[in-house]
């Protein structure tokens, strides 16, 4: 391995890992829970507020009959998602079918208001936000 690159990969190690012990030392069991309720076409609450740095056990139920997504690309970019398997399309939506439920162990690592959007029903207004303090 060439100087350059080792010194690369370096100082990689050395910004990852330290995110990595501390994700490691969160407790999830103590995770506060949010539930947010799917039906057509809303979501309730529509608007979910959480506080940076604190882990989150995000509750999604579809109560409809439709199925439905939980559209939040920048936040979930943004968010260090402990079981990242629930997520679909790249990394920004859980996708429900009617009756199912997901769980989503979190922790929001970045203050600021992300939109929410259910990809399929946009434009029945089931929309809301995430604001992170």
Known sequence: MTLP?????????????PAMGRAAEIDWSKAESVTVVMTEYQFAPSAVSLRRGVPYRLHLENRGKELHEFTAAAFFR????????????GGIEVVAQPGETKDVYL??????RFPLSCADHDWEGMVGDITVK
């Open 107 to 112: 922790v929001a690592n970045e203050a600021g």
């Open 78 to 89: 943004s968010a260090s998602v402990r079981n990242p398997e629930v997520l679909a399309n």
């Open 5 to 17: 690159r080792y010194a690369s990969l370096m100082l990689l190690l050395s910004l990852a890992l």
